[in-house]
């Protein structure tokens, strides 16, 4: 909760200009406590709490309760051009519980997938505060593991919970942006690597211009303008698979996109970002045993996810060269499966080489390498990411890509097609939020610091 104080001199500012900040609905940001350990083991707890990405909030006239954007359509009298827009529509504080399904205790993170109040929510996208309640946490994991427990077991095909870093500005680009008068602690300056052109404020501007509702999401629309940056998929999952997946870009910060730039459809491979990354899925990399309802990691119970951002010198200013995983289930170190496809010998973690022979042996373009590969990673690491837990359906491709046979088009027998066992019929948006309201992840215990500083087995 604001200080009282604090919460004057904002509204104060909301009737002057900016994207604005709205006190319609009290924002008071969950409680979330992580852990900072050290060689040896110690671990120290930080309280922290999250804060709802912007874009799934209510937007309003600063003056009165009247909507800016309703369903996928922009007020045209509030909103006539992009600067406007900002200084007019205020982002408004948000029921974390009761409209969108998010709740926290001590250490765990809950998201739900549909929440019905007043209106329907699908999803959300939560960031990690740091101290300041008003600051994004930001990490540098070079030389250091990054490990959380995960509970997927009410997580069916087609969702994904994820867990990622991406390098958003710790402010939300406040300060870069006048026009954004609201900033991390509204959950603004989102990007990632697929340049999105579906968030309604970039660069403290409304991304009004050509902005289009979705054919098949009666709440999304896409503006012109899309929302770049490098991005390190820790976890993406449901029960049926999960996989790990740096993505790098050329430009270094969250970077508005247009055009070309962005990489949209035929152009994927000619925007600023690398769309497909490097993925290690252990059902994609020939391991149909390994991870799953049953498996030898169990999606239906608990387990602990550790992943290990190895350096080339062991120091935390080295460059990044190698990315590790390894689960613990029932007091068990579980080691990560081995790769078993033809032309790619037994690689269990993500290198430059691993990179390189994944893409020769499934046929696919590697934009990773040509963006720059692990190093560019390691240096978003360098100028710090920040802390995403979300959960989502997939309005593009049915989540095929994380757990089925994808293209659909493909072959199931050629290598790298088949990711996961659910069918290519599942994923279905309408299908998944009509049958799987309750889904939910539950993300707890995350800790960080010295390699093998964060488990034990
Ligand atoms: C946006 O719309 C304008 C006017 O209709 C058009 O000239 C322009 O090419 C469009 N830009 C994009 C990126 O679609
Ligand atoms: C880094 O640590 C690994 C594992 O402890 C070791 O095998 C390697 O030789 C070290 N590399 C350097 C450059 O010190």
Redesign the pocket.
Known sequence: MFPSVALLSLSFLAITYGQQVGTLTAETHPKLSISQCSTGGSCETLQRSVVLDSNWRRLHSTSSSTNCYTGNTWDASLCPDPVTCAQNCALDGADYAGTYGITTNGNSLSLKFVTQSAQKNVGSRVYLLSEDDTTYEMFNLKNQEFTFDVDMSQLPCGLNGALYFVEMDSDGGKSRFPNNKAGSAYGTGYCDTQCPHDIKFINGEANI??WTGSANDPNAGTG??GTCCNEMDVWEANSNGAAVTPHVCNVQGQTRC??TQCGDGDERYDGICDKDGCDFNSFRMGDQTFLGVGKTVDTSSKFTVVTQFLTSDNTTSGTLSEIRRLYVQNGKVIANSKASIAGLDAYDSITDDFCNAQKTAFGDTNSFENLGGLPVMGDAFAQGMALVMSIWDDYAAQMLWLDSDYPTDADPSQPGVARGPCPTTSGVPSDVESQSPDATVIFSNIKFGPIGSTYTS
């Open positions: 211009l050509n012109q303008y247009s055009g």
